[in-house]
């Protein structure tokens, strides 16, 4: 009997809980009234009167050793019981919280303005719902000229005679008629078109703006700040073609097409196997509209640019659909 008491006490010493179920287990073992103490206690009076003493000894460190241990890791679980009584423990690592990321379309916009800013531009802007006056007449696009009919947008009522703008053009002839040249200003922002939306065609999009007024601008500094600008932007090794084109407000005007970095001017499908491809309009801004914003067209000249900040992440990103900007898909967005 006293060898079983023995071994008893040296499980005792050795027990370990690691959860408040087997501090429990080891209570109801050694404690409760089916436990081993209640079945020593049983046997008690079959011991030898003589043997009581010493025997009664042992069972008393049995029961003392039981109820340390019980003590000593109810202390332990009980700080980790409050924890948990409303199933939160705080000891669990937390959710992480999701990071987010610019937008494909900030993040070209803002390297777009950074490249300019280096070269003196600062940045302008502009309302997006605009007057007629400013977004077409100041531009040299009289009512009912047919240049106007490229540029669909949505207009309010004539009383109004207010529309979502169609570029960001608008915001030279703000420019010009609040600032005395020289000015050197970048312009991004939100412009509108009634176009069917499709893969190439959205009716809502981005774009940049960029106006140079001084006295004696040439062709020659546009050409040159443009191809600066494209070799910070798509790199070194890239070159710029400038075709004749149209726009009222610029005289002469010109398309820039930026030699393709995908095939470095080989020919692939991205740049339809020309080699180039096509990322701006250009020109001289247009005697008239200097006299419209009241600046002395006989003293000062410039250039303008506007480009589309889609088509530029399209290419930086090689992106195949203008819906995929706005339909805000984690997916996509995760990617830049
Ligand atoms: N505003 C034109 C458009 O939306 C782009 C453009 C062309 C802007 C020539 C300019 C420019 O400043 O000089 O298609």
Known sequence: MLEKIDSLISEVEIFNADTAEQLEEFRLRFLSKKGHLAAIFAEMKQVLPEDRK???QKV?????????KIKFFSEKFEFKGDETIHGLDLSLP??????GSRHPVSIVRNDIVEIFNRLGYVVAEGPEIEDDWHNFTALNFPPEHPARDMQDTFFMDD?????????????????MQTTKPPIRIIAPGRVYRNEAISARAHCLFHQVEGLYIDENVSFADLKQTLLYFVKEMFGEKSTIRLRPSYFPF????????????????????????TGWL?????????????ENCGIDSK????????????RIAMMKYTIKDLRLYYENDERFLEQF
Do not use: W
């Open 299 to 310: 003293k000062y000249s410039g250039f303008a640019f506007g480009m589309g900040i889609e």
């Open 250 to 273: 610029t005289e002469p005007s010109a398309e820039m097409d930026v030699s393709c970095n995908i095939c470095e001017g080989k020919g692939c499908n991205v740049c339809k196997y």
């Open 94 to 99: 937390g959710e992480p919280i999701q990071l």
């Open 54 to 56: 010493s025997f009664g």
């Open 159 to 175: 009383a109004i005679g207010m529309a979502l703008r169609t570029h960001t053009s608008s915001v030279q002839v703000r420019v």
């Open 278 to 290: 096509e990322i701006m309009g250009c020109g001289m801004v247009d005697p008239n509209v200097l």
């Open 60 to 68: 008393n460190e049995l029961k003392n050793k039981a109820e340390e």
